[in-house]
């Protein structure tokens, strides 16, 4: 039995959005993965630029990072420890997506390969809403001047900062390099929404901690962002910035 933390992070448009994660960090990791891994459909993830898209929920994809679904009832998640999780769905709720952007993704544009599948079925990227998940913060996430550079040669050098000054390692704002491939691929800054929480600090409003590979040293914990179009959608407006969490047993 696992002591799982569930949120739901917004519930519009025809489709479901929510975040789960282990309540006690000195769980097994393992164990908590297989309880995550019944709740929705997550690929083998390998820090890819590969999305693709899921019919079922018994299919198994290897070496992939983000999934599509045109299907009402499959969820699709990622699983994430401080890289960037990000969910797409349709303004009238006929797709959804879920991608794991860690840097490497970040770097080179993973949610523009998912809006692509998005285009293939005929939905315009003006019709595509975005939900940028819990993840590590521009405020901890400080990197070696290499990978910098990288960014910077890449365009994003407005999303690199020095909080501890010029002489000390810079911080790299993946969220918000996210949130500029989303704009540039033609998604509303509107349609875009950002959650603050910081997987490294927690979610303040709650008190709850999420598994942070970072600030634990290497753990293997994970927490899932998944998003499902519902089997009967619904028209309710979008509360994007309310997120409440509830406990949660899930049963072996």
Partial sequence: ?????????????????????????????????????????????????NVAVTEDSMSAFEGVDGLVSFTPGIAVGVLTADCVPVLLHSSHGEAVAAVHAGWRGTLGGIICNAIDLFVARGIFPEDIKAFIGPSISKEIYEVDRDLA?????????????????????????????????????????ENIVIDPACTFLGRPSSGHIYPSHRRSGGSLHRMLTAISILEQRRSESAHWESVEGTKHQSHE
């Fill in 1 to 49: 039995m696992e002591d799982l933390f569930v949120e739901t992070l917004f519930e519009a448009d025809g489709v479901r959005a929510f975040c789960v994660s282990p309540n006690d960090l000195s769980s097994s990791p393992e164990a908590c993965k297989n309880a995550l891994r019944r709740l929705a459909v997550i690929p083998v993830q390998s820090h890819s630029l």
């Fill in 149 to 189: 550079a990288r960014f910077e040669n890449a365009g994003f050098g407005d999303y690199i900062s020095y909080p501890d000054g010029k002489g000390n390692k810079p911080h790299i704002d993946l969220k918000r390099i996210n949130r500029h491939w989303l704009i540039e691929r033609g998604v509303k800054p």
